[in-house]
């Protein structure tokens, strides 16, 4: 598909494409379900208006363009029809990781470990391409299926930004329960920041709750930056020492001290638990395959002799 501008009229869009539910809605956009009519392929698209690339979305169709990653969304074409910009991108029917958060209260250690694992890679190659998501949370974490972490998708790159190696930026941007320290403390910072986003994530997935949670933004600010951990007995009695060790890597308030994803992605546990996870997978996968075969062989007809 083409990644470059192309320019249409509205009817000559929907002659190609057919639009179905409104999935998704922000300040300067709304996000479709289509089907494309030839291939009745599903697509997502992402109908934004000039004024909102303007201010947000340039980033975001800037830093699509040159992404090309199992674990992140893929934009396939773009149109400019009038004063909008029509994004056709990957479809994730599984809903976000958020909605399989609050439907499961809480992950097993190998599911949240391979969760994160199948991140931290997709992390390191935006970061391979000098680009800092600075946004990261389950609700821009999609699943191509419901209840199916083995295909997640990272999304909406919206205050997404290309940084050199050894450069910095300032910029106050992201969701306050997921922000690093040093952007609520307005200092320089890197790719880091996606580091600190990664262990607040582990740890909701382990506990159902965010490590640093109040009501009032300059509390919670304040306690981000204060970055004292707690580990509540009700959700962490039965996780273990090593998952815990390995949240206290990520979310540590000096970045220069925070774990990088190098040395996460060698972490004895994550790698453990992880394989631990792709076994049961596998496992599962044999039984449904043993118990089709079984059904099948009972639904055969007798043949009369």
């Not at 893929?74 to 004063?83: A, P, R, S, T, V």
């Not at 998952?243 to 774990?259: D, G, Q, Y």
Request: proline fraction near 3%; charge should be positive.
């Amino acid at each position: 598909m083409n990644k470059k501008t192309q320019h249409l009229t509205k009817k000559e869009f929907f002659l190609k494409y057919e639009k179905k539910e409104l999935v998704g809605q922000g300040a300067f956009s709304n996000v479709y379900r289509i089907v494309e009519h030839k291939s009745q392929k599903e697509y997502c698209l992402k109908i934004q208006s000039c004024k909102g690339i303007e201010e947000n979305g340039k980033n975001e169709i800037e830093t699509l363009s040159v992404l090309n990653h199992p674990n992140v969304t893929k934009l396939y074409e773009m149109y400019k029809i009038k004063n909008k910009m029509f994004l056709v991108m990957e479809y994730a029917k599984g809903g976000s990781l958020m909605d399989l958060i609050e439907e499961k209260s809480r992950f097993t250690e190998t599911e949240a470990a391979f969760v994160i694992l199948i991140l931290l890679k997709a992390l390191k190659y935006l970061h391979s391409k000098n680009i800092i998501h600075r946004d990261l949370k389950p609700e821009n974490i999609l699943l191509m299926n419901s209840c199916d972490i083995t295909s997640i998708l990272i999304t909406d790159f919206g205050f997404s930004k290309f940084l050199q190696e050894n450069e910095y930026t300032k910029t106050f941007c992201g969701t306050a329960t997921y922000m690093a320290p040093e952007i609520l403390k307005q200092e320089e910072y890197d790719t880091s920041v996606d580091i600190w986003s990664t262990g607040v994530i582990l740890y909701l997935l382990l506990s159902g709750l965010p490590p640093f949670f109040d009501y009032s933004i300059p509390l919670l600010h304040r306690k981000i930056m204060n970055g004292k951990l707690y580990f509540p007995k009700e959700q962490f009695s039965t996780i273990s020492k090593r998952a815990m060790k390995l949240i206290k890597h990520f979310l540590k308030v000096n970045p220069k001290e925070r774990i990088t994803i190098d040395q996460a992605l060698k972490n004895t546990w994550l790698l453990k638990k992880s394989n631990e996870f792709i076994k049961q997978k596998l496992q599962e996968n044999k039984q449904l395959e043993n118990g089709q075969e079984m059904n099948g062989t009972k639904e055969k007809p007798k043949l009369n002799k």
